[in-house]
């Protein structure tokens, strides 16, 4: 009796997987199965096998370039099918960003290593730092973990970059600095989420003689490599703010993480004045305040800028980082200097669109001195009582210096 319900069941499960089929080949869908195909299906692995991940033969790769209008940089790209990568490490000047062992040989070769809140917003306009799940499509197309990190790795670091990603072992930062020559670590966007903020993390991907997905502290610095950005681009505002007060329209310019006013402010108050009480020198250079005054000139949203804000500022010009005062370069006043304007043809190159003028400066005394040769502007930073520091250039170098409060210079507000 046992026997025949088995051969009978057997039987039924034949006749009802030949009857799916012929309807398959009659209208072809695909129903829906009956517990007794379920059942039936349960008792034998699946024939299916699973594909294989794409390869080498299956991916287009393109190679180009792109400049960062930052900073002139030109890198090379590579586009892997629908992905369009950085084929360097990115070398962009960021603040808590440095050069392995702080050599600038280290930044040329391998990009400079960059903590994660820096990394976020490291990238160019139309780029950005991928993620977890885009550094896996990239591994997934080279032929998954197993092989991936031989195929993306430069063939100076023992690979065979099969695909022009040229990965570069640039090693790590942190507390100190190791790994270089044997280890890559890139971060992606994707935090970890911890509740700590001590412990606040994001994943990295490692690659060295194996690929790993790592989570990690914020804290330490890797390399970045950034990714086309494919959403449409906003449309970008205009580089322009309008004082409410008296509806004067300025130009500004955004540089590093700071964004200025790229005009000397001319906003009317009490103690304030024109180069030599000409209407017209307020309006080419903008108005001269006593320092009382100019420490609430700025309009709402911005500020007189700090003491380390200035050298925040002349540091990212000259092309290092840090906020150390005091600091005189050629380079900087240079690349901060307006490309007309100044006496004896000793314009700059407005690198940044800061467009440094000649402004001079004025007195309590009523004298002025130095308009077409020196531009001198307030600092929020107190000296003593009876003192200030603020920020000059001329045609040589820029200074930190120290003035008395009662004196007329020019005011460059930042925004908050």
């Known amino acids: 009796m046992k026997k025949q319900l088995t051969l009978a069941l057997v039987l039924a499960t034949t006749l009802t997987f030949t009857a799916c089929e012929e309807k398959k080949k009659q209208d072809g869908t695909t129903p829906t199965p009956t517990e ?24 287009e790769v393109v190679k180009g370039s792109f400049t960062d209008p ?8 590579v586009k892997i099918n629908t992905q369009t990568w950085m084929a360097e490490n990115l070398n962009y000047e960021a603040e808590y960003s440095n050069c392995y062992d702080k050599k600038p040989a280290n930044c040329k070769k391998y990009g400079r290593l960059y903590d994660w809140e820096a990394a976020q917003t490291a990238c160019p306009s139309g780029w950005k730092l991928p993620s977890s799940k885009e550094w ?26 099969d695909f022009n990603f040229a990965a570069l072992l640039g090693g790590e930062g942190g507390f100190n600095f190791s790994g270089i020559g044997n280890i890559g670590k890139w971060w992606s966007s994707t935090p970890t989420y911890s509740d700590s903020d001590e412990e606040r993390g994001a994943y990295a991907i490692a690659i060295g003689d194996e690929y790993m997905l790592i989570p990690s502290t914020v804290r330490y610095s890797f390399s970045v490599r950034c990714i086309q950005d494919g959403a449409k681009p906003a449309k970008a505002e205009a580089a322009t703010f309008t004082d409410p007060r008296d509806n004067k329209t300025y130009k500004t310019a955004k540089i590093g993480t700071q964004t ?73 006043s240079k690349n901060l200097r307006a490309k007309s304007g100044w006496e004896d043809n000793e314009n700059g190159t407005d690198k940044f669109g800061f ?33 200030a520091h603020y920020r000059s250039t001329d045609y040589s170098f820029d200074a930190d210096d120290v003035s008395g409060k009662g004196e007329y210079l020019s005011v460059r507000c930042i925004k908050d």
Do not use: I, M
Not at 44 to 51: C, F, G, K, R, Y
Not at 150 to 160: D, E, H, W
């Open 36 to 59: 007794t195909e379920a059942a039936a299906e349960t008792q034998q692995p699946s024939q299916e096998a699973a594909a294989p991940p794409p390869t080498q033969e299956t991916a």
């Open 260 to 332: 200025w006013l790229a005009e000397n402010l001319n906003h009317e108050t009490k103690n304030s004045k024109c180069y030599e009480n000409n209407q017209a020198n307020c309006g080419k250079y903008g108005r001269l305040y006593d320092w009382q005054t100019a420490t609430k000139a700025c309009p709402s949203g911005w500020h007189l800028p700090s003491r380390e804000e200035w050298g925040k500022l002349f540091h990212y010009a000259d092309g290092t980082s840090g906020t150390k005062y005091p600091y005189q370069s050629e380079t900087s």
């Open 136 to 161: 896996e499509t990239l591994v997934n197309l080279a032929g998954g973990e197993k092989v991936a990190f031989k195929k993306l790795k430069a063939k100076s670091n023992n690979g065979t970059d």
């Open 70 to 77: 930052r900073d002139d940089k030109t890198y090379k790209t």
């Open 355 to 387: 467009a440094a003028l000649p402004s001079g400066t004025g007195s309590d005394k009523g004298k002025f001195n130095a308009v077409g040769s020196y531009a001198a502007w307030w600092s929020s930073t107190e000296w003593d009582n009876d003192d």
